[in-house]
């Protein structure tokens, strides 16, 4: 199974950046995704989770700014950052609980950069 996260770049701050990210491979059923991000010197954070069923969780430091949402079908996560702060930048990366066992998978990782 292979994560592939797409859609960070450069942006001012207020302004917006949608985050995808797409699993390929043997895959029978994902079930938790989940995005997380990692700032220099600090460490990795969970932002926001999505239960199959559709169940979301939120970070404090994003609720009302961010929302995660996944297509089944296409085995994708995508994660709506709105409102974004200086302080958001970061790299962002995406996670997947895959199969019976929940596997736990990683993309690489897709810098997001805002600039004040």
């Known amino acids: 199974v292979q994560l592939q996260a797409s859609g960070g770049g450069l942006v001012q701050a207020g302004g917006s950046l949608r985050l995808s990210c797409a699993a390929s491979?043997?895959?029978?059923?994902?079930?938790?995704m989940g995005w997380y991000r990692q700032a220099p010197g600090k460490e990795r954070e969970l932002l926001a989770s999505?239960?199959?069923?559709?169940?979301?969780n939120y970070a404090d430091s994003v609720k009302g700014r961010f929302t995660i949402s996944r297509d089944n079908a296409k085995n994708t996560v995508y994660l709506q950052m709105n409102n974004l702060k200086p302080e958001d930048t970061a790299v962002y990366f995406c996670?997947?609980?895959?199969?019976?066992?929940?596997?736990?998978?990683w993309g690489a990782g897709t810098l997001v950069t805002v600039s004040s």
């Open positions: 491979g043997s895959i029978f059923s994902i079930n938790r």
């Open positions: 996670n997947m609980e895959v199969g019976m066992l929940d596997m736990d998978y």
């Open positions: 999505i239960t199959r069923s559709g169940m979301t």
